[in-house]
């Protein structure tokens, strides 16, 4: 796995860090900062033809344009990653909306879920059949419901009241995530097996009024049952975003990452940092360099509690300074980051 630490070593550097660093560093006036995915896996380049790997660069950055546009002309993180995901999600190459993997019976389920950073204002749908857009009816869960999830049919209801795009079920069905759903059911295989890779899709932001958000939004895996329920829809799991400490969207095996509530963990790690900075008294900030490291350190330790059980995935991460980091312990996943001081990449493989 990328950025290894023993779990001693992190916290020993975790202390020495926290009692000599003390201030937070500050986010500039005007910065910006943006991470999204399009799923983890065993994406390798030689199981990729070269039209596969500019195909997912381009959709990538497509979805990374128009997340960044938001942000650079002064919008928010919210309105940011919503556009990020709804091209993510109208892409068939992702595992998401129109891309959405078949369930055993033959069918779609979707879940998704957005956070708002400000005060941690949630919403979030798990098993819709039937919305185009799944990351916006989280969003209308959280702006005009009193609730932070809803599923299944009352969620499907709770559309129709407030107007969301509805397509048939068959509308997110694709050939080859049917090719996927036949080969696991006739070679009784994993989800793992035929599935390589996750396709799950998120986004996370920091906007210029220093406010953050996190989406993700997911067809799940191929072949689920019984109404299974990954992260992706979970609060804390697969999506958390608090204005004090970071904003997390996860893709992965959904199980472990709930097990592990990977998204709350690593912003409640930077917060405790957080608290050790404060605690120390001193008033020498932290330089830039060194909580780019501290931030990747609890990212990468997260995810290797995650690995230590199994599971396997990764996640992308901005913090109120402005870091836009990736942790994974796949071969490979889809990305990209982009920020106010001119960064703008994709990337697919774990050597990039
Ligand atoms: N995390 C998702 C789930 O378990 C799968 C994915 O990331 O693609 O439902």
Redesign the pocket.
């Known amino acids: 796995m990328r950025g290894f630490f023993t779990p001693l070593a992190a916290v020993f550097a975790l202390v020495i860090t926290a009692m000599s660093s003390p201030a937070i560093a500050q986010k500039a006036e005007g910065q910006w900062s943006l991470a999204i995915h399009g ?1 983890a896996g065993t994406i390798a380049r030689d199981k990729m033809t070269p039209e596969e790997d500019a195909a997912y660069r381009a959709a990538l950055q497509q979805a990374l344009d128009a997340g960044a546009k938001v942000l650079a002309e002064g919008g928010e993180a919210l309105d940011a990653v919503e556009a990020v995901i709804l091209i993510l999600e109208d892409d068939p190459r992702f ?1 998401a909306g129109r891309g959405a993997v078949f369930t055993w019976e033959g069918g779609h389920e979707l ?1 998704a879920s957005i956070m708002d950073g400000r005060d941690r204002d949630a919403g979030a749908v798990a098993g819709v059949t039937g919305i185009r857009n799944p990351i916006l009816l989280a969003r209308k869960v959280m702006t005009d419901s009193p609730h932070v999830m809803l599923a299944g049919e009352g969620a499907e209801v709770f559309a129709s009241e407030h107007g969301l795009e509805r397509v048939p079920n068959e509308w997110f069905d694709t050939e080859f995530r049917r090719e996927a759903l036949e080969r696991m059911k006739s070679r009784s295989l994993s989800s793992l097996d035929v599935d390589t890779k ?3 899709v998120g986004a996370v932001a920091l906007d210029t009024h220093g406010n953050l958000a996190a989406g993700t939004s ?1 067809g ?2 191929t072949g689920k049952r019984w109404n299974r329920i ?3 829809p979970v609060i804390g799991a ?1 999506t958390y975003a608090d204005n004090r400490s970071c904003a997390v969207s ?5 199980e472990y ?1 709930i097990r592990v509530g990977v998204a709350h963990e690593i912003c409640a790690r930077l917060r405790f940092l957080e608290t050790m900075n404060w605690l120390s008294m001193s008033s020498t900030p932290v330089g830039a360099e060194e909580r780019t490291y501290m931030v990747q350190l609890v990212a990468d330790e997260v995810m290797r509690d995650v690995a230590s059980l199994g599971g396997d ?1 990764g996640i992308i991460l901005v913090t109120p300074e402005g870091h836009a980091l990736y942790s994974f312990n796949t071969a490979g996943m889809y990305r990209g980051r982009a920020t106010s001081e001119g960064v703008n990449e994709v990337a697919i493989y774990g050597d990039e």
């Open positions: 799923g595992n879940d996750f396709g799950t997911t799940g895996m990954g992260d992706s697969g996860a893709t992965g095996w959904g990452f995935g």
